[in-house]
């Protein structure tokens, strides 16, 4: 079964500190993967995506995202955490049953906490 | 602002009301997603409309009855709900939606719905 993993409720870190998300996943074949980021009464907001090639993906907002197949894992990243980061973070997989529809399968999400 | 408006954001309904909420994309998609979002549950994906004709259906009960009359806006009507569908309720659309595509989705900002 494809799915998403995010082990951390809650991350929780200073001001001007790096940050990161973890995210880990299972699917069969190439995985295509998102980062999301969703704000207080807002809706999801796409942030950086991997398909194919350099495993370091640039994204909006100063964020970055390490694909690590070995590890099966997709980490979001930030050098310095902004007090404006704080938000809900989603991670997602792409579900691909050769001509189905493409579904995204969504993690439970972490809440990033970024202290002034 | 993503492009894909929702209306209305906050819905309070009884058991025995009928409601419908409203999904509009100014992005030229061609799919359109409705998901239902409960606290500490990953994104429940429940249709997926892609050029106006419906491929997924993610074993949704009856009571939710979707409705997708052009590419640009997507329905979901109400009737006879459960306590337990209280949720946010988020609209979301891409470029398609087809097994070979791997387009990011737009998210609107979600209708907050309460039934009691």
């Known amino acids: 079964a494809q799915s998403v993993a995010q082990p951390e409720d809650q991350v929780n870190v200073a001001e001007g500190n790096p940050l990161t998300v973890k995210c880990t996943y299972s699917?069969?074949?190439?995985?295509?993967l998102f980062w999301y980021v969703q704000y207080p009464n807002r809706g999801l907001q796409f942030l950086l995506k991997?398909?194919?090639?350099?495993?370091l993906v640039k994204g909006s907002y100063g964020f970055e995202a390490e694909f690590n197949k070995s590890q099966t894992s997709f980490h979001l990243k930030k050098p310095s955490a902004l007090v404006s980061d704080s938000a809900l973070y989603f991670c997602?997989?792409?579900?691909?049953?050769?001509?189905?529809?493409?579904?995204?399968?969504f993690g439970t999400g972490t809440l990033l906490a970024v202290q002034p | 602002e993503t492009g894909v408006t929702q209306t209305p954001r906050h819905l309070v309904m009884g058991m025995t009301n009928k409601k419908s909420l409203k999904c509009e994309q100014h992005l030229g998609h061609n799919a359109m997603y409705w998901y239902k979002q409960s606290a500490k549950k990953p994104l429940e994906l429940m249709f997926v409309?892609?050029?106006?004709?419906?491929?997924e259906n993610n074993s949704v009960p009856s009571r939710f009855s979707p409705e997708c009359p052009n590419s640009s806006h997507l329905f979901l009507h109400l009737h006879t709900l459960q306590p337990e569908d209280s949720a946010l309720y988020l609209c979301?659309?891409?470029?398609?939606?087809?097994?070979?595509?791997?387009?990011?989705?737009?998210f609107g900002p979600g209708t907050r719905l309460t039934v009691l």
């Open positions: 699917v069969s074949g190439n995985p295509y």
């Open positions: 997602a997989v792409r579900s691909y049953y050769g001509g189905a529809t493409n579904k995204l399968i």
């Open positions: 409309y892609n050029f106006k004709e419906q491929t």
């Open positions: 979301a659309s891409s470029q398609d939606s087809r097994g070979a595509s791997y387009n990011e989705q737009f």
């Open positions: 991997y398909i194919t090639g350099d495993n």
